[in-house]
Structures are given as C-alpha cells and as structure tokens.
C-alpha cells in the first residue's frame, strides 16, 4: 500500500508539473501576435472550408482551456481567448480542436471507439469507487464472498474509464498532428509560430498521457486488493 501511495504521489507530482509548464506556455505564445493577424475563430472556420465541413460550427465558450468539439451538436467550442486571440496559442488550440471534427467527418476509427463508449464510462465513471468501496466495506463485514463480487464489478467499472483513457491519447495526438500539419502546408503560421505550436499542443497532449498512467495504478492498485483477498 505504501508504494502505492508513493506511486501516485509522484503521478500527482508529473501532473502538477505537465499542468503548471501547459500553462506557462500558453501564457507566453499568447503573447506574440500571427503574422498573418488572424483569430483562432478565424482559423477553424478556414480549416473546416478547407475540409469541406459545412454542417459544423465555430462558437465561443466561456472560462479558460475548456475549448473542444462536440460530435453530437457538431460545434467547434473555444474558450472566449482562443476564439478572439490572434497569437500561436489559440491557432494551436483552434485547429486541434477542428482537427476531432476532420476525424469525425472522416470516421477515424479511434473517435468512433471512443464516442461509443461515452455512455458507459459516463455511468461506470460515476458509480465505480462507490461500488469499489461498498465492496472492500462488505467483504469485512458481512460476507468476503459477496464482498469480492461487488469489488470485482466495481474494479470492471474503473477499468472501463482507464480504457477511455488510454484510446483518447491517439485521438487527442492524431488531432494535433493534423493541425499541425494543416497550419504548415496552408502557410497559417511561419516557421517561429509554427514550433510554438507545436510545443503547445506537445505538453497540452501530456496531460492526458499523465492521466492515463495514473488512471492504470489505480485500477493496478484495486486489482491487488481483489487478488490478495481471493
């Protein structure tokens, strides 16, 4: 249980650390204007004619970094700076977030296994560490029997929200990957702006790595519980 308790510490740690530079980062490319003048909402809707994607559209969503694409209402959300914003940051943001819907209108393979499995991990998500809890609770208390089954359909549940996150990773990098390369042959950012980009989609992708790391220990960790107690 120890080295539990040290392993997630310093997953805790990476997190803090990947969050804190992600932030740094847009703070400072946010700060140096596109040569070419335009706004994040500028770019997506270019980004998205480029593509042929007519039925999607670009809206202005309030807070900060809460911009992403909604495959069932089909809007391209960028947070209020990203959409106004006319700097590396936002161009990043604005053509990733474009980039799910390109793999939408496309059908790539890993939005599609994500997006079915939004419902269940939804509810498994909810429910999992209750169910996890009020088995290790019955398994001292009442019958380890019982206990062990609730604790095995409770760990059956975390483990469906440890496997979203591990398929969102190649949705999230092939995302990048297409804005990237869009933003670079369409002349949207030059070389400078261009590995500003880049690097801010580099560590905004990590702390979905990081989550899915730390997301695995855990279910790792209710995994030994359940195989000690059997």
């Known amino acids: 249980m120890i080295g539990y308790y040290i392993l997630i510490g310093a997953i805790l740690l990476v997190s803090w650390y990947v ?9 400072k490319y946010s700060k140096i204007q596109l040569q070419n003048g335009m706004s994040g909402a500028e770019i997506a809707r270019k980004m998205l004619e ?22 069932t209402k089909k809007t391209v959300n960028l947070s209020e700076s990203v959409y106004n914003q006319r700097n590396a940051a936002a161009a990043a943001v604005a053509a990733h977030e474009v980039g799910h819907a390109v793999q939408h209108a496309k059908a790539y393979s890993w939005l599609e296994m994500r997006s079915q499995l939004v419902p269940l ?46 398929i969102t990773l190649p949705v999230e990098y092939d995302a990048s990957n297409r804005a990237l390369a869009w933003m670079k042959d369409h002349n949207i950012v030059n070389q400078e702006e261009y590995k500003m980009s880049e690097d801010s989609l580099k560590w905004a992708a990590r702390t979905y790595v990081v989550a899915a790391i730390g997301s695995l220990a855990t279910l790792l960790y209710f995994l030994s519980i359940y195989m000690g107690r059997d």
């Open 19 to 27: 969050s804190n530079t992600l932030k740094k980062k847009f703070k």
């Open 50 to 71: 480029h593509h042929h994607i007519h039925d999607v559209k670009v809206i202005s969503t309030p807070g900060q970094l809460t911009d992403h694409y909604h495959p």
């Open 121 to 166: 991990v939804s509810v498994a998500s909810q429910w999992s560490q209750w169910v996890i809890f009020g088995g290790l609770i019955l398994m001292t208390m009442v019958s380890v029997g019982v206990g062990q089954t609730v604790l095995l359909a409770g760990i059956i549940m975390f483990g469906l929200g440890t496997l979203f996150s591990f």
